[in-house]
């Protein structure tokens, strides 16, 4: 399975954030949009990085001021994926580098995000209907 | 207003297509406890079951079982299909807004990617799709021509479609009667004089996206062999590496299944099926007739994105291939439907979680929703669909709660038909359907086959006693 066809039922929607906005706006953020990180895009609507629950948690645990930019606490070192990336590839190496959420860009466009749950459900839809299939082709049979 | 579903107020769905997406959305409609749901199922075609039909391999008659669960399905008292009505054409998007509550498209993926190769158009060179529509009876390609008075096809891709169109082409006629391929495919692939059959990889062994039951397969016919070469079989390091940490005990045995055929005698069969991996077609070349005569093939090498995915990278490595008939595997891609929002690279209906969303809000239309290829594009086995749908469902009636549908006019399941009748008076019923299924079965029987397919309208209309109207 390719990241393609979860990204085609998510709606192409991308959730983002400006650097200069605060940490305690992207708070609000990722609540109003049910969301556990959100890319961080500059003026130009480039990719400069991204910020999620995990980096706020920290911040929180450090006592830093919420009303400081997005910028002091974003990750920089964005791990991009592709349309054609497949699921298994890219559940590896989110265990492997530990990031939950995974911009994708489509010929230099910001298209979605992808998230390690959505990655569980569609591996859980992808057993569920390998199953479906093998399970009636047991019962009907001839 | 009163929330429909309700036995005095029925919950009115109507269905574009009748593939898997379609009647698992219908099974898990009519499974909801107290929820009286009445569905229209309506397909171009004047037979159901979409690529279950018309897609899937004549020597797989096991896939096809399925069939049977959507007769369970079809039997439902609130179910009813529209075969040979055509969304759009017959029946228009505001006609189905002011009848239904809820409108689920599940067209599917008709027609093919492109390679994007020069060439591409050359006589010749086809898409697989035509070809599979074709030796499955789809009235549609009835009337297609392939040369198979060539000696060598080239088959580009290694998924499950690419292998069953190389594995039909190398089948013996004996082994083709004993299943329910086209009459008129069986009469054409009994003079053919195809010898050699190419499958093209862009990757290696671990990322073709064929499955083994059917690698299985290929090594089992009467009159073909497999041939591959072994240094394309062998793992690169980056392959083999993440074959390991996968653990994936399914792609091991692929992998072993392929590597097998290296070591496989010859046997002297008359057909060989060669599986070639790391190489893509650059360009078809043709005669000064414009038929295709050979390809030329760049060498890749795998290369890991951030991501890990093993892309291929073209070398500056090139062979050619003689080749006199091509066909391009590389993916089906789904039409736009009038009148809904389409998006055109993605060759798929913008939505989230099946709820049909408006390109420019990016918010739902109310009571539009898809399910199938047509909503996630043309991936997975025919189970995939299954949850897919109960997906899209499970929207439907959370909306249906909250009040989010259309509010037709005239909802009554009579009017409907009356309307159906007026646009269409040639509609097939399922009664109908079933019909044409015993004959065709019934017409094979005396033949000595499983079913000797109709594979034109006009052949199934006359066959039901409808009057065709005199042009």
């Not at chain 2, 009469?187 to 083994?212: C, D, M, W």
């Not at chain 2, 892309?311 to 009038?338: C, H, I, K, M, W």
Request: aromatic letters at 6%; a negative charge.
């Amino acid at each position: 399975m390719k990241v393609q066809s979860i990204l085609a039922t998510k709606g192409a929607k991308v959730f983002s954030i400006t650097p200069d906005r605060s940490i305690r706006e992207a708070t609000q953020l990722l609540t109003e949009h049910r969301v556990g990180a959100l890319v961080v895009l500059n003026d130009a609507g480039a990719l400069v990085g991204i910020v999620s629950e995990r980096d706020i948690v920290r911040a929180v645990a450090q006592g830093l001021d919420l009303q400081q930019p997005v910028s002091t606490l974003m990750t920089r070192n964005v791990v991009v994926g592709s349309l054609h990336d497949d699921l298994s590839s890219v559940m590896q190496t989110m265990t492997e580098k530990r990031f939950r959420h995974l911009p994708v860009v489509e010929q230099g466009e910001l298209v979605g995000m992808i998230s390690i749950g959505d990655l569980i459900k569609a591996q859980l839809a992808q057993y569920q209907g390998e199953i479906e299939t093998l399970v009636t082709q047991i019962t009907q049979g001839e | 207003m009163t929330q429909p579903g309700t036995a005095s107020h029925p919950l009115r769905v109507a269905i574009i297509g009748s593939g898997p997406a379609a009647f698992y959305a219908a099974e898990h409609l009519f499974k909801q406890p107290d929820l009286v749901v009445e569905v229209d199922m309506f397909d171009r075609l004047p037979t159901p079951f979409g690529l279950v039909r018309g897609g899937v391999a004549p020597d797989h008659p096991k896939i096809k079982t399925v069939t049977k669960a959507f007769d369970a399905i079809a039997a439902h008292p609130r179910f009813r299909f529209f075969g040979y009505v055509e969304f759009g054409r017959h029946l228009t998007l505001d006609d189905l807004k002011a009848r239904y509550h809820q409108i689920l498209y599940a067209t599917g993926a008709q027609t093919d990617r492109r390679m994007g190769i020069p060439g591409e158009d050359l006589a010749g060179s086809h898409p697989a799709t035509e070809f599979v529509a074709w030796y499955n009876g789809h009235p549609d390609y009835r009337h297609h021509v392939f040369d198979l008075s060539q000696e060598r096809a080239a088959v580009v891709g290694v998924g499950n479609v690419a292998i069953d169109v190389a594995r039909i082409l190398v089948r013996t006629p004996e082994e083709l009667l004993a299943t329910d391929i086209a009459e008129h495919a069986l009469e054409a692939l009994r003079h053919s004089r195809i010898k050699e059959v190419y499958l093209l990889g862009r990757r290696g062994p671990a990322q073709a996206a064929f499955t083994n039951p059917e690698v299985k397969e290929v090594g089992e016919m009467a009159g073909a062999e497999v041939v591959v070469r072994p240094d394309e079989v062998q793992l690169d390091p980056l392959s083999q590496a993440a074959l390991e940490s996968s653990q994936d005990r399914t792609l091991h045995k692929k992998v072993e299944l392929l590597q097998g055929y290296a070591l496989r005698k010859p046997e002297g069969k008359e057909k060989k099926l060669h599986i070639r991996f790391l190489v893509s077609p650059v360009e078809l070349i043709g005669d000064d007739q414009g038929r295709v005569v050979k390809m030329r093939l760049v060498r890749n090498v795998l290369v890991a994105s951030e991501t890990g995915t093993l892309n291929a990278q073209a070398t500056d490595q090139f062979e050619e291939l003689e080749v006199g008939l091509v066909f391009r595997s590389v993916g089906y891609r789904g039409v736009a439907l009038p009148g809904v929002p389409f998006h055109d690279r993605w060759g798929v209906i913008l939505n989230e979680k099946g709820r049909v969303l408006d390109p420019d809000t990016k918010q739902p239309l109310a009571g539009q929703y898809t399910s199938g290829w047509i909503k996630r594009g043309p991936s997975g086995v025919i189970g995939t669909n299954k949850p897919d749908s109960v997906e899209t469902v499970t929207s439907m009636l959370e909306d249906l709660a909250r009040g989010a549908h259309l509010q037709p006019g005239d909802p009554d399941p009579q009017h409907l038909e009356a309307l159906v009748r007026e646009r269409q008076p040639l509609y097939v019923t399922y009664a109908d359907w079933k019909r044409l299924d015993e004959m065709e079965i019934q017409r094979g029987r005396a033949v000595g086959r499983p079913r000797l397919k109709f594979t034109a309208i006009d052949e199934m209309l006359a066959a039901l006693g409808k009057a065709v109207p005199t042009p």
